[in-house]
């Protein structure tokens, strides 16, 4: 299933929300991969260099004369494993650690954008505040009897992920060098020869002795599991969705009545609406409302910025019997979301619906 087919999937299944963060996902474990191919280019880079450097050394020697040959190894002429990234020079080894722990901070990011998608796709009406949202809050989520027995494939990507040791690896590492103290990588080039080795020192965190690593080895071992790992999310979270649980309610188009005054245009209104289903008293007491538009093979979505939207009578020309009012504001934000609104039923002796349109700044 390529990217369009994902994306059509799930604004079939009204959880379009979701595909931002599987977007992301993919973001982030290819920035893990950019990463991780740019340490192994700069410790080939470095290699090189130490090659090079031994090999100008031997010809020193070789091309001295005499039964006694001397060379000088002073500071000044040791390699210097210089870099230079957009015209600001740098050298190899502080890239290999910046690159190293950003490595490890995308590869975690994947799980907490995983857990995001796995929130808005399968919990949709029901889903968590996306504000505390992350790999753990999720797993204790899924592992609630009810939503366990809802969505087991999910449940069970949690926990499997969460007891696999490159997991407990990466969480460890970025919290000892984020909260703690670094993991210092040991770049050692020999003199003489080729015994280089370029590993992340082991390190002590929770109770657990982390051993020592090869860099090249274990970042590629790191980039196949969350790789995996993405993959059989795809898998179980397409066999949740389909169920269509939590998505009563939800509406991707709204309509709109204007009203223009020909000689006085700013007096005019609009009516955003949707058409009453059933009785006033039998529409549910709240609605959810993403913007959704389908075209061809593209699709496109746009938060509700409306504030209220009426309930129309379908049976009769210009009679609102209530309205849904939204809760919280829209703000202006790149990240989209099914807004909620709530029921109001209209009171007594209350001025008409569209008197009062007439004189909201809801939208003009």
Not at 126 to 138: G, P, Q, S, Y
Not at 286 to 315: F, M, Q, R, W
């Amino acid at each position: 299933m390529n990217s369009k087919e994902l994306a059509k999937f799930l604004f079939d299944y009204e959880v379009y929300d979701s595909y931002q963060f599987i977007v992301n996902t993919l973001k982030t474990i290819r920035t893990a991969l950019f990463c991780k191919e740019s340490i192994l280019s700069l410790i080939s880079k470095m290699t090189e260099e130490q090659r090079k450097w031994q090999s100008d050394f031997y010809n020193e020697l070789r091309e001295q004369t005499g039964p006694i040959k001397k060379v000088a190894l002073t500071y000044d002429r040791m390699p210097t494993y210089s870099f230079n990234v957009a015209d600001i020079e740098t050298n190899i080894p502080f890239l290999l650690d910046k690159l190293t722990k950003d490595f490890f901070q995308y590869v975690r990011n994947a799980f907490d954008c995983m857990s995001q998608a796995a929130n808005a796709a399968c919990l949709s009406t029901r889903a968590k505040n996306i504000e505390r949202v992350d790999f753990e809050f999720m797993k204790k989520v899924f592992e609630q009897q009810s939503y366990s027995q809802d969505f087991p494939s999910i449940s069970m990507w949690f926990t499997n992920i969460a007891n696999c040791d490159e997991l407990k690896y990466i969480e460890d590492f970025n919290n000892r060098t984020k909260h703690i103290c670094d993991v210092y990588i040991k770049l050692s080039m020999s003199l003489i020869g080729k015994g280089e080795e370029t590993t992340i020192n082991p390190f002590y965190k929770k109770e657990q002795q982390h051993e020592k690593q090869d860099i090249s080895e274990y970042l590629t071992e790191i980039y196949d599991f969350v790789s995996k790992a993405y993959h059989d999310f795809i898998t179980a979270l397409k066999t949740e969705i389909v169920k269509k649980l939590y998505i009563a309610n939800r509406y991707h188009k709204v309509k709109v009545y204007q009203q223009k005054i020909k000689d006085n245009p700013d007096n005019g209104f609009s009516m955003v609406y949707i058409d009453a289903t059933c009785d006033i008293v039998n529409m549910p007491d709240e609605i959810e409302v993403l913007l959704i538009h389908e075209d061809n093979d593209e699709i496109s979505a746009k938060n509700c910025p409306v504030g209220t939207i009426y309930i129309k009578d379908p049976n009769k020309d210009s009679s609102y019997i209530g309205k849904y009012v939204a809760q919280g504001n829209c703000g202006d934000d790149t990240l989209i979301r099914y807004r909620k609104y709530q029921k109001i039923i209209l009171e007594p002796n209350v001025p008409p619906l569209v008197f009062q349109a007439m004189t909201s700044d809801d939208i003009r």
